[in-house]
């Protein structure tokens, strides 16, 4: 399922440029989000969710007005790490995500020079998961490959004063992490992580 929704990707960011490659307004914008709730699963010799200490991100997007409402585009978010809450004396795992993805966002205009606009948006892309073990020192052969997967988001923002955004993202990122060196044979976990964002940022159009 996941090169499916891989070779998707490609075929969108083929066919694109074929739409926008007429006329429309380019926005480029920067970003910063603190996550809300969020939250990692665990899925392989047992199944176990954690919750996960307050982090931040930063990011940046690029869109392509294909008419007055409607624009596409790419982004970048990178999530730092944050910690996995175990129980005191527990491992202190951290894991974060670097997402690179194709959005699409659908603009409702208000005659108002303060409150310009809403719209709902869409993300679809890869996620790089940069994930920190805490590994036993008594295991010095012990290590972690961890793997990446698909990201996706959806959310609502809004423009103020022609230049200022804020939204709201509820995003998934999935990945793995195999284990190996350890006492007990080679096992691996399915990782996947949700996340409630709020994000705040600066953005300018040109032509």
């Known amino acids: 399922m996941k090169k ?10 083929l066919v694109l440029p074929v739409f926008a490659a007429e006329q429309g307004t380019m926005e480029l914008g920067v970003k910063a989000g603190i996550p809300l709730a969020q939250q990692t699963t665990l899925d392989g010799t047992w199944r176990v969710d954690y919750d996960m200490k307050t982090t ?6 690029f869109f392509y007005y ?7 585009g790419l982004g970048v978010d990178h999530i730092f790490n944050s910690r996995l809450k175990y129980a005191p004396g527990e491992p202190k795992d951290k894991i974060g995500y670097t997402n690179i993805y194709f959005q699409v ?25 940069h994930a920190d073990w805490d590994l036993s020192e ?4 012990a290590s972690v490959e961890n793997g990446n997967g698909v990201y996706w988001g959806i959310g609502v923002g809004t423009t103020i004063a022609r230049y ?5 993202i509820y995003s998934f990122n999935y990945g793995s992490a195999e284990f ?25 159009d040109f032509y």
């Not at 200022?164 to 709201?168: N, Q, S, V």
Request: hydrophobic share 45%; with cysteine.
């Open 180 to 204: 190996s060196g350890f006492a007990e044979p080679d096992f691996e976990y399915d990782i996947s992580t949700y996340a409630f964002k709020f994000n705040v940022g600066f953005k300018f």
């Open 138 to 141: 008594d295991l010095p052969t």
């Open 164 to 168: 200022f955004i804020m939204e709201l």
């Open 4 to 13: 499916s929704l891989l070779v998707a990707l490609f075929t969108i960011a």
């Open 66 to 72: 294909l008419d007055y409402n409607v624009a596409v």
């Open 56 to 61: 931040c991100s930063v990011g940046a997007d």
């Open 105 to 129: 966002k659908y603009n409702f205009d208000f005659d108002d020079d303060g409150y310009n606009n809403i719209y709902p948006i869409f993300q679809l892309g890869y996620g790089l998961l």
